[in-house]
Structure formats: structure tokens, C-alpha cells
């Protein structure tokens, strides 16, 4: 009994897919994934990526139960000209996916085992995904959350399609830092099918919402003479 009750408390917990929305909440700034564009081609001075400082927090959930952690970036740059962020682009690194809401060490990574199987993002063919600037402009109607609008390329597991958000981007020295409002995408968009009620019939309890909410926070400075 007690291992049918492990069995039966894994499987809710795989079935909770990393990067969605939840189902129980509205769906969070939406945005749709388009036909991928060239990269911002501005100059300036030359900032690296913070790794430790920067990550991206995401939200999963299914009917009846939800997870939550990170995935840390791998590196990164930007060009900047005064305050004003010019081109720039990060590496995400999809073997440092964290959940952080199973107390229970066997439960946890048996989730990120399976997150990172092919059944979902396929690390071991697609160890990294990317985002790089397409365009970036002041908020027509600027906020205490939102100072800029983003556009770029997202490039997860084989597809890359050309997204945009809201950021607040602030500079404190030589420090630069951009947080997203949290947003919305439809993975299957990335061919990230499982669990999908939009794509497979039948499901029943097994549905996992195809949004995938996101937040990015992108931390970044001058690189440190050696």
C-alpha cells in the first residue's frame, strides 16, 4: 500500500509540467510566439552577464497541483549606450533546472529527471536554450513595473520564435538589471507537447495547462580586468 500511495504521489507530481501557469489563476500577460526576427545590431560598451545574480523563476501546475523553482543562466551579454540597454542575449542552461516546493528529496528529483526526459525538454539533445534581443523601447506608458518593452528571439529545444514583454530595467553604478513582469507563452508553440489537452484527446485528470508562465531577471555589468 505504501508504495501504490508513492507510486500514485509521483505520478501527480511528473504530470505537473515546469513552465506552466496554473490553472486555478488567470493566465498572466500572454504573449504569442511569431516568426523569429533579426538580432538588435546596436553597439555600446561592452557588459557580462552576472550568472550567479541572474535566473529565470518559473510556475507549473496541472489540475489539482502546482510546482514552482528555477533554471539558472549559463551566460550572457549586453551593449549598452548610457542607460539605454542596445542589443544584447543570454544562454540558459536547462540541466540547472531547480524545483523548489518537493520537500522530499526522491520525489524532487524524480520531477527534474523526468522534466529534463524527452517526454519534455530533451536536455540531452537540447542542453541549452537562448534568448537574443530583437528590439528593446521605452514603455509608451511607463510603470513602477514596467519601464521597457522587450522583443526577442526565444530558442527552446529546436524552434525559435520571436516574443515580446515588459521589463523594468534599472542601473545602479556600473550595474544593470532587468526583471520581466511575469508572462505568459504556449509551449506546444516549442514543441513541448506533453500532457497538452489541445493536442491529445482523453487526458482527463492528466491535462497540464499549455501556458508556461515566466519571470526572467537578467543581472548584468562590466566584465573585471584580470
Known amino acids: 500500500m505504501k508504495k501504490e500511495n508513492e507510486m500514485k504521489t509521483y505520478f501527480l507530481a511528473i504530470v505537473a509540467l515546469l513552465f506552466v501557469a496554473s490553472c ?28 550567479q545574480a541572474s535566473s529565470i523563476h518559473w510556475i507549473g501546475s496541472k489540475v489539482g497541483g502546482s510546482h514552482h523553482g528555477t533554471i539558472g543562466i549559463k551566460s550572457g551579454e549586453l551593449a549598452v549606450n548610457g542607460q539605454d540597454v542596445a542589443s544584447g542575449s543570454f544562454v540558459v542552461d536547462m540541466n540547472a533546472i531547480v524545483n523548489e516546493d518537493l520537500t522530499d528529496k526522491k520525489m ?20 541549452e536554450s537562448a534568448f ?9 506608458n511607463a510603470s513602477d513595473s514596467v519601464t521597457h518593452l522587450v522583443s526577442g528571439n526565444l530558442k527552446l529545444k529546436d524552434v525559435e520564435k520571436n516574443i515580446t514583454f515588459g521589463a523594468k530595467v534599472t542601473k545602479e553604478g556600473d550595474m544593470y538589471k532587468a526583471v520581466t513582469v511575469p508572462f505568459t507563452i504556449d509551449r506546444t508553440q516549442w514543441n513541448v507537447k506533453y500532457g497538452s489537452k489541445t493536442l491529445f484527446a482523453d487526458l482527463k485528470e492528466n491535462i497540464v495547462n499549455d501556458n508556461i508562465e515566466l ?5 548584468a555589468k562590466a566584465a573585471q580586468v584580470k
Open 24 to 51: 486555478n489563476t488567470k493566465t498572466k500577460n500572454k504573449v504569442e510566439g511569431t516568426d523569429a526576427q533579426e538580432a538588435a545590431a546596436g553597439t555600446g560598451e561592452q557588459l557580462v552577464v552576472d550568472t
Open 108 to 127: 524532487n528529483e524524480m520531477l527534474v529527471g523526468h522534466l529534463k526526459s524527452e517526454d519534455f525538454f530533451d536536455v540531452a539533445k537540447y542542453p
Open 132 to 140: 537574443i534581443i530583437t528590439k528593446i523601447e521605452a514603455a509608451a
Open 215 to 219: 519571470q526572467i531577471t537578467i543581472v
